[in-house]
T-cell receptor, first 114, second 114 residues
Framework: AQTVTQSQPEMSVQEAETVTLSCTYD???????LFWYKQPPSRQMILVIR??????QNATENRFSVNFQKAAKSFSLKISDSQLGDAAMYFC???????????FGGGTRLMVKP | DAMVIQNPRYQVTQFGKPVTLSCSQT?????MYWYQQKSSQAPKLLFH???????NEADTPDNFQSRRPNTSFCFLDIRSPGLGDAAMYLC?????????????FGPGTRLTVL
């Protein structure tokens, strides 16, 4: 079974600064998807970024980028130019290529200081 | 806009009184999921439908049932809610193609059990 670990329960960052959230996972599969989801307080969970394991290039979405290290089974999220609206719970998640079940990490609560 | 809708957003029920939560989607996705999310925890998958095929997670209590009368709608029935069932219930949808293997979440229904 796959497991996803987020070792930082809470992080804080100053507005306009850069922060990196860590995620490691364990799997025996070679093809899979990795995701970062954002869940603001009392609001719905939304997809921030996704990475296909067969792609070597790291995914980027505007201020959000990942550092995908397949051999190390590491998938960190970098948020550049942090904004107050980035404050949320961030979940790292894994999905097998053949199926579509999401295995979530425990989450990292990100606080953004003005 | 295509979306995932959950009703009601807040539900209060009494201990042991059956309750039904609903989810609808305009995305025409094959797969619909129900997750339970307790405070400050990761979502936990209860079950999912692939079209009309129902898939129950092994550790989902029998107290939880689901119905999917058509592609657009899915219901979560809690037959005899206990205090431990108080949580946020998230509905999500996805296709199951390799290129669009992303789950889209509704805003959730927060269930309180008195």
């Amino acid at each position: 079974a796959q497991t996803v670990t987020q070792s930082q329960p809470e992080m804080s960052v100053q507005e306009a600064e850069t922060v990196t959230l860590s995620c490691t996972y364990d799997t025996s599969e070679s093809d899979y998807y990795l995701f970062w989801y954002k869940q603001p307080p009392s609001r719905q969970m939304i997809l921030v970024i996704r990475q296909e394991a067969y792609k070597q290039q790291n995914a980027t979405e505007n201020r959000f980028s990942v550092n995908f290290q397949k051999a190390a089974k590491s998938f960190s999220l970098k948020i550049s130019d942090s904004q107050l609206g980035d404050a949320a719970m961030y979940f790292c998640a894994y999905s097998s290529y053949a199926g579509n079940m999401l295995t979530f990490g425990g989450g990292t609560r990100l606080m953004v200081k003005p | 806009d295509a979306m995932v809708i959950q009703n009601p957003r807040y539900q209060v029920t009494q201990f042991g009184k059956p309750v039904t939560l609903s989810c609808s989607q305009t995305l025409n996705h094959n797969v619909m999921y129900w997750y339970q999310q307790k405070s400050s925890q990761a979502p936990k998958l209860l079950f999912h439908y692939y079209d009309k095929d129902f898939n129950n997670e092994a550790d989902t209590p029998d107290n939880f049932q689901s119905r999917r009368p058509n592609t657009s709608f899915c219901f979560l029935d809690i037959r005899s809610p206990g205090l431990g069932d108080a949580a946020m219930y998230l509905c999500a949808t996805s296709t199951r193609t390799a290129s669009t293997d992303t789950q889209y979440f509704g805003p959730g229904t927060r269930l309180t059990v008195l």
